[in-house]
């Protein structure tokens, strides 16, 4: 099986996005991550769907959108219409996930299911059946840089081998403190997308250090 690379742009600088875009789609990632974050869902602020659409110009990579926002429907049309392949939302909002679900995937675009650390597994199990991928998070939501939680690692398996042993089609992402090391502890627990920010930004550059991660478990 093969591991695909999620560059986390939130590792970047975004006034230098546009050449961080251009580097992405010259290495061996398929998928770009967005993280956007409302201050509310969780800490922090980041950028909406004008800034997702805008970059969509410049790249044909899977454009991964992790949506760590409350309101996720009221917003979400602009999402759709921004370009987004991949719309994640949290199973922590207070709102009709299978509704959402069920409106992302009438807009074309391929859905998936975030879970927090805290968060039990079988919170996200009725929905399984009808989601493209999850996104396990190994940091508390909010910020890049963070290390990664060992004890989210039974997690990834628990729900990998539901999918298998239920054969589902849906993708295994890990998102936090991703690097080499925790790579493979995933990997090797059934993870098949990894999300990496600041290991990759932190390398300087980021092509390489973007290839060398694909190579690794490839
Ligand atoms: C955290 C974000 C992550 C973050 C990962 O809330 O969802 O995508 O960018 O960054 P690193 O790889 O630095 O943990
Ligand atoms: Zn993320």
Known sequence: MSVKISPSILGGTFSNMEKIISDINKSKAEYIHFDVMDGDFVPNLTFGPKFISELRNFSDKIFDIHLMINRVEKFLDEYINAGSDIITFHCEVNEDLKEIITKI????????????????WTEIKPYLN??????????EPGFGGQEFMNDQVDKIKNISDYVKTNKLNVNIEIDGGINYKTGKICVDAGANILVAGSFLFNQGDLITATNKLSDNFN
């Open 130 to 139: 009808f989601i493209d991928q999850i996104i396990i998070m190994t940091v």
């Open 105 to 120: 995937k009438k807009g074309g675009v391929k859905c998936g299911l975030a879970i927090k650390p805290k968060t039990p």
